[in-house]
């Protein structure tokens, strides 16, 4: 081939692979601006009370930080089976949702408390294909609609309407699931969410294996293309953002439990509770901000 031609060839080559190279970073999803959470203390998370979700609330002013664990189950929940309570979460006007679920079964209960202070129960029948267990939930900052997780590695968080405010539910009636957030990647072991903006997840898992990340405990964040509304499916796109604390006098497997952030002043907390006997010694609820 001449010199000359040669040199066209090369020239139109080297115009192809920049072509390519800006149609690949066209098609690829944009990289989130740095999101990076410090840890900035912590404090003793008792392991009857606090080892298995938290909330902020702010309706009424001035309410204290709600936490959950097996020491805060009412004996006439227990009683009736309703044996493990998850992460719980608020919506903005005081409505305050605890997860729970039985040991068996075809169902699983959100208890609600009215911000007058009166309690309900709403149960939903499980969907075909849906675990039984009932891990957490988050409402959506317009507050119509909650999310929850189930356990294992999925590919989707439900969408319920939520209890209590939403005009569409009734403590009589099933509490049906309304939609999904389809994920583009699996996740594992999800043990909180809890919204940071309109359309972004904080989210805990427990993965011990961490073959989906690269790290075990991570903290998640999932980002929806929409506000769930309960009428079509959203996606959410997944990040890991760091690996979780894991500091123990004991040696052993880790719990992370629940998720909370707080608009209010941007504090991030999540409880990771220690292996062994430290469960009762130095289990944490881990206080983070962004930056």
């Known amino acids: 081939m001449p010199?000359?031609?040669?040199?066209?060839?090369?020239?139109?080559?080297?115009?192809?692979?920049?072509?390519?190279?800006?149609?690949?970073?066209?098609?690829?999803p944009p990289a989130h601006a740095a999101d990076t959470w410090t840890e900035v203390g912590s404090d003793r998370a008792d392991p009857l009370t606090e080892s298995q979700g938290l909330t902020s609330v702010e309706v009424p002013a001035g309410s204290p930080n709600r936490y959950t664990g097996i020491g805060t189950i009412p004996w006439g929940v227990s009683s009736r089976g309703w044996n493990h309570v998850g992460d719980p979460d608020a919506s903005y006007d005081g409505h305050y949702i605890e997860p729970y679920q039985r040991d068996s079964g075809t169902?699983?209960?959100?208890?609600?408390?009215?911000?007058?202070?009166?309690?309900?129960?709403?149960?939903?029948?499980?969907?075909?294909?849906?675990?039984?267990n009932n891990s957490w939930v988050a409402v959506t900052p317009g507050g119509q609609w909650m999310l929850a997780g189930e356990w294992g590695t999925m590919s989707r968080l439900l969408v319920f309407p939520t209890p209590g405010v939403n005009p569409s539910t009734s403590p009589s009636a099933n509490l049906?699931?309304?939609s999904t957030v389809r994920l583009?990647?699996?996740?594992?072991?999800?043990?909180?969410?809890?919204?940071?903006?309109?359309?972004?997840?904080?989210?805990?898992?427990?993965?011990p294996a961490?073959?989906?990340?690269?790290?075990?405990?991570?903290?998640?964040?999932?980002?929806?293309?929409?506000?769930?509304?309960?009428?079509?499916?959203?996606?959410?796109?997944?990040?890991?953002?760091?690996q979780l604390p894991l500091r123990s006098g004991c040696s052993g497997g880790f719990e992370t439990e629940g998720v909370d952030y707080d608009r209010r002043t941007g504090t991030l907390r999540v409880i990771v509770l220690s292996p062994g006997f430290c469960i009762l010694t130095d289990s944490k609820t881990y206080r983070f901000t962004r930056g």
């Open 210 to 242: 961490g073959t989906l990340f690269g790290i075990t405990k991570p903290l998640l964040r999932i980002d929806l293309s929409a506000e769930p509304n309960g009428t079509s499916d959203v996606t959410g796109r997944v990040t890991a953002l760091r």
């Open 176 to 178: 049906p699931q309304a």
């Open 184 to 207: 583009d990647r699996p996740v594992r072991d999800v043990q909180g969410c809890d919204f940071s903006g309109p359309t972004t997840l904080l989210c805990s898992s427990d993965d």
């Open 107 to 132: 169902a699983k209960m959100f208890r609600v408390q009215a911000p007058g202070g009166a309690w309900s129960e709403y149960v939903h029948t499980l969907s075909p294909g849906e675990a039984l």
């Open 3 to 28: 010199l000359r031609a040669r040199q066209r060839c090369r020239a139109a080559l080297a115009c192809l692979v920049a072509l390519a190279g800006a149609a690949v970073l066209s098609a690829a």
